[in-house]
């Protein structure tokens, strides 16, 4: 591991000043379960790590007049059990779905919205685009787990956030300060998430000097019904290979408007527009899923080893949909 600095501050504007020096060499250390990881191998650099968990303004769940806001240090449990959140079932069911006491305990939901690709060349430091001799890797080599939409520039890993379709289906927000100390704005989560161009480039909106102090969610209305479905490989801890929350506002069983947000199956968090255009007005029926589910994996471009998740990526859609609803088989939660 490459030597570093370790920095802890207290105050937002100490955080902002820490992550300013060394040219914006630096890092920001969350629960830490993916960063460390990253030190270990080498993969990034940073000259300091600041770790912001006693940042006390960062902590909590708060109800605010327009929604709720939830602090950068909250862990996966620690949103588990907060009545703040009962309303807002995808993300719950989310959680739930990590099956890792370890990870529910010390990972944060903000760490996962930052956190870097699981791809498997970019772990093996060839970068986000994993070129070798200006060459694809993922293109030539293994790409199972890779994107099956967004995939035609060089950037082909799929986006490692599990609450981000959440989040953007129930059109969050995130707090982002730095990196003059006074700045300060609230980003459309939708507009947060980005696809490198060059391997130098992140796969979010945020510059050096910059992080993330909460994530600010509306109020869930009481005709809102959200739902989440990740298809999974084993029962333990694990990383989906395609994924869908839905957020419906549904009126006397007809949907009146619909949000479709795809996870793992892009460089981004993939809003499925099309699809949610063609569910409102209709009640939710197997039929009806089952036409939107089609809808949303139409445009689908698998890569010559990942076209299984074309399909997993449709049955992600209708389930969701159908959970939403209280209509899913218990059997297949
Ligand atoms: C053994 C292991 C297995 C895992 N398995 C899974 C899995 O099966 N499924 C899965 O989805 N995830 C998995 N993960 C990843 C982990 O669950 C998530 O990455 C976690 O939620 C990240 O939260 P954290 O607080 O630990 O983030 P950290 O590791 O502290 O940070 C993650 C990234 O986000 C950045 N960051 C953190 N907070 C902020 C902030 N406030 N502002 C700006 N940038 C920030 C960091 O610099 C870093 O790049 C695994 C991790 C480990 C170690």
Redesign the pocket.
Known sequence: MNPFEYARPTTEAEAIDFLNDHGGQT????????????LKRDV?QPQRVVD?KHVSS?NGIQRVDDGVLIG?NV??DQALAAHELVEYQSLLQVIDG?R?IQ?QG???????????P?CWYFRNGYGLLALKDGASLVEQGDNRYHAIFGNSGPAKFVS???FAPGFIAWEAKVRVIGPQPTQEEFVPLEYFFATPKTNTQGVTI?KPG????HVWLPIAKPTMKSAAYEVLESNG????QAAASVCLNVQSDIVREARIVLGHVAPTPWIAHEAARALVGHKVTEDTVSHVADIAVSRATPLSMNDYKVQMTRAAVKRALLRAVDQLDPELV
């Open positions: 890092a920001v250390l969350s629960g830490g379960t993916d960063l460390m990881n990253l990034v912001i960062m950068a862990t996966l990590h890792s990870m010390m990972g944060t939901l903000v760490g996962d919205l930052c956190q870097m699981s490692a956030s599990r945020l910059q992080l993330v102090t801890l694990d990383r989906p």
